[in-house]
């Protein structure tokens, strides 16, 4: 598995496609966190989201030969998330997966950004969750709510959001800017946005263990 740390992401998936099953585990544990603060952004309670992730990886596994682009992976995964999300919620809208070549050069600049992300992951632990945090921005309308959570929440580029919404950049931009205004007081005397629906190192073991033993 070290060795296999060192690959690039293109490189694993090409491995997983050529039939090594146990590269996909890398991939489960980079994504875990960014779909399950997706999944918890559409009020989903974590039992539903662990389902809709374990959905989420094994549709990715399942057609990971027929995703052309690579380098757009983390795109097709998140897109495949939403899928889920409005599966489950009865949503009508389809969502083609439809890839283009395009520069994602732009760097994502979160309103709460600081430099020690791992050191606030290590500081968070098992802390609980504020239901006011939820609450609020469960009260945001679902297409500025998912923006944030995209942009802000996972670090995802105006690019890449715009991309896996199908709206365009500056769409992409009004909206965030709408929910920052929403939420930027409440949230930002509480946590950052990093520390919002974290997923905890044993949670994502479970989702791991359950994908893997699903593809298996």
Same mark, same amino acid.
């Given at each position: 598995?070290?060795?296999?740390?060192?690959?690039?992401?293109?490189?694993?998936?090409?491995?997983?496609?050529?039939?090594?099953?146990?590269?996909?585990?890398?991939?489960?544990?980079?994504?875990?966190?960014?779909?399950?603060?997706?999944?918890? *952004?559409?009020? &989903?309670?974590? =039992?539903?989201?662990?389902?809709?992730?374990?959905?989420?990886?094994?549709? *990715? &596994?399942?057609?990971?030969?027929?995703?052309?682009?690579?380098?757009?992976?983390?795109?097709?995964?998140?897109?495949?998330?939403?899928?889920?999300? &409005?599966?489950? $919620?009865? #949503?009508?809208?389809?969502?083609?997966?439809?890839?283009?070549?395009?520069?994602? *050069?732009?760097?994502?600049? @979160?309103?709460?950004? =600081?430099? $020690?992300? %791992?050191?606030?992951?290590?500081?968070?632990?098992?802390?609980?969750?504020?239901?006011?945090?939820?609450?609020?921005?469960?009260?945001?309308?679902?297409? &500025?709510?998912?923006?944030?959570?995209?942009?802000?929440?996972?670090?995802? %580029?105006?690019?890449?959001?715009? #991309?896996?919404? =199908?709206?365009?950049? $500056?769409?992409?931009?009004?909206?965030?800017?709408?929910? #920052?205004?929403?939420?930027?007081?409440?949230?930002?005397?509480?946590?950052? @946005?990093?520390?919002?629906? =974290?997923?905890?190192?044993?949670?994502?073991? $479970?989702?791991? %263990?359950?994908?893997?033993?699903?593809?298996?």
């Amino acid at each position: 598995m070290t060795q296999n740390k060192i690959l690039s992401e293109i490189e694993i998936i090409d491995r997983v496609v050529n039939g090594d099953v146990a590269a996909f585990e890398i991939l489960i544990r980079r994504y875990n966190p960014y779909l399950y603060k997706i999944g918890r *952004s559409y009020g &989903y309670n974590h =039992q539903d989201v662990e389902d809709l992730m374990q959905d989420a990886f094994v549709h *990715s &596994y399942e057609n990971l030969a027929t995703l052309k682009q690579r380098g757009f992976f983390k795109t097709w995964l998140v897109r495949i998330m939403l899928n889920e999300c &409005y599966r489950k $919620s009865h #949503k009508t809208r389809s969502w083609k997966e439809v890839f283009v070549n395009y520069s994602l *050069s732009e760097k994502s600049i @979160p309103m709460f950004s =600081q430099n $020690s992300h %791992s050191e606030t992951e290590n500081n968070i632990g098992n802390r609980e969750l504020s239901s006011i945090i939820e609450n609020a921005l469960k009260r945001v309308p679902i297409d &500025y709510r998912i923006v944030f959570t995209l942009r802000e929440l996972n670090g995802m %580029s105006v690019l890449e959001t715009a #991309k896996v919404l =199908q709206i365009s950049d $500056s769409n992409v931009k009004v909206r965030l800017n709408r929910a #920052k205004g929403m939420l930027r007081k409440e949230i930002e005397k509480m946590y950052a @946005p990093h520390e919002i629906f =974290q997923f905890n190192l044993i949670y994502c073991d $479970s989702i791991v %263990s359950k994908v893997m033993n699903q593809i298996r």
